[in-house]
């Protein structure tokens, strides 16, 4: 069985390592089935850009803090904790001033600190904690939504090579 073909009759459940908003889960099962990688991909790519503020959320509970090992041996937290690798190697100060920027994030705006931490050094994730810490709500939320996407988007590419 071909990796569309794979994708195609995949348990919910699995989808929802890939982003756990139940809207996109439920869009991405309606679509189905997927004619090619490219069109799940942009049915993907789409679905995410409408979710909704409660979806956001929902998935943003799925991530593990930024600089945290991701626990579990689930897909979710193996791709985590790849994705926060560079993240993984910093000085002590560094790690301590990016847990002090998360708690202030998540006292600011109720949510985990999300970032695309793929190729980001710890310093760099910091820098941009920092920098959005500045935002208010309102410019903060599209900035998010974004984040997600891609992150949910890297882990649908790994998802479809994973199945062939």
Same mark, same amino acid.
């Given at each position: 069985?071909?990796?569309?073909?794979?994708?195609?009759?995949?348990?919910?459940?699995?989808?929802?390592?890939?982003?756990?908003? %139940?809207?996109?889960?439920?869009?991405?099962?309606?679509?189905? %089935?997927? %004619?090619?990688?490219?069109?799940?991909?942009?049915?993907? &790519?789409?679905?995410?850009? &409408?979710?909704?503020?409660? &979806?956001?959320?929902?998935?943003?509970? +799925?991530?593990?803090?930024?600089?945290?090992?991701?626990?579990?041996?689930?897909?979710? +937290?193996?791709?985590?904790?790849?994705?926060?690798?560079?993240?993984?190697?910093?000085?002590?100060?560094?790690?301590?001033?990016?847990?002090?920027?998360?708690?202030?994030y998540?006292?600011?705006?109720?949510?985990?600190?999300?970032?695309?931490?793929?190729?980001?050094?710890?310093?760099?994730?910091?820098?941009?904690?920092?920098?959005?810490?500045g935002?208010d709500?309102?410019?903060?939320? %599209?900035?998010?939504?974004?984040?997600?996407?891609?992150?949910?988007?890297?882990?649908?590419?790994?998802?479809?090579?994973?199945?062939?």
């Amino acid at each position: 069985m071909g990796g569309v073909e794979a994708f195609n009759s995949l348990p919910a459940g699995e989808l929802s390592a890939v982003c756990a908003a %139940p809207g996109w889960v439920a869009a991405m099962i309606a679509g189905r %089935p997927y %004619p090619s990688r490219q069109a799940i991909v942009a049915a993907a &790519d789409a679905a995410l850009r &409408d979710l909704g503020r409660p &979806d956001v959320l929902a998935a943003l509970s +799925a991530h593990p803090r930024i600089g945290e090992r991701a626990a579990g041996d689930s897909k979710e +937290a193996a791709w985590s904790r790849r994705e926060q690798s560079a993240a993984a190697d910093a000085d002590e100060a560094t790690a301590e001033a990016l847990i002090a920027a998360n708690r202030a994030y998540e006292e600011k705006f109720g949510h985990v600190f999300l970032i695309f931490a793929s190729g980001r050094s710890r310093a760099e994730i910091l820098a941009a904690a920092r920098e959005r810490l500045g935002n208010d709500e309102a410019a903060e939320r %599209p900035i998010v939504a974004d984040q997600l996407r891609r992150i949910a988007l890297l882990r649908l590419e790994r998802l479809l090579d994973e199945l062939g």
